[in-house]
């Protein structure tokens, strides 16, 4: 929750999004790694930004702080369509002046029966051109029956290169540092410190169709398989999701992630690993 002035008005937001998600993997692999990286890579990109009204969660506004405003009172904006509007997916929008977003993920594979839930929480530094986010999470990865435990952790940073929530073309290039705050032993974590980098962009086709789009890559320097063998392992990542505003607070989603990354096998050795998950949705506020 922050506080912001505009003009005269004084304002108090808190935005709150719970998100979630299941999908149709059409092939997988049980790599933890994987599993994690993949995770990570919708976690740091879930960093989902609120452009406009709120998505969720409530919104106090306080008036009265001189006679100007309770004499000439602002007219209020009727409310804007949702567009953080992705689960999967990563947008182009940054958080405006004066708005902390928290999101919540829960991502089961109904398969395996693994779960990882992340929480994101994004500061506008100050404004639109500059975001922080920090995400934690936890993860139960049932491959090794060591129940469940902290999953790795991300801090995020994304420059607001073109465009904004205004705007038909908005590119918004994220930087993070993944931390092996998992245990690699349990197949919760990577086992070392990463890289990663993300592109999204976002296109406004018409008034009822958003589309984003999705290109990244991931570099883990000593990363660890459950036995302890270590190695340098990458990954890349694709995504695309199309938006239909079937009304101004509802969407509906069909969302498309790829995934291919190297999972350690032997000491100095990885094997490259593929992951495609297909994902429709809504989301209403």
Known sequence: MVTAREGDMFQVNLKINFNINWGVPLFATSSPLLRLLVSLVVVAALSLPLSGAAASGSETCCSGLSPDVDAHPVAAKPPGPI???SFLVEEAYNQEFGVVQHISNFTRDFTSHSWIYTFTQEWPVPGLKHQLSCTVGAVNNTNFHR???VADSALNYRYQLIGSGETKLAVAPRLSLLAP???AAAGRGSG?????INIPASVVINSKLVT?????????????DDKGDRATATAYNLGQSFVWLAKPRLNFLLETVYAGVESVV??????LV????VSPGVRWA
């Open 147 to 149: 129940g469940s435990g």
């Open 266 to 271: 032997a000491p100095g050795c990885t094997r």
């Open 212 to 224: 984003h789009w999705n290109i990244g890559a991931t570099v883990v320097r000593r990363a660890a």
């Open 83 to 85: 567009q953080d509007n």
């Open 192 to 196: 070392g410190y990463g890289l990663q």
């Open 274 to 277: 593929h992951d495609l998950l």
């Open 181 to 183: 705050t998992g245990s």
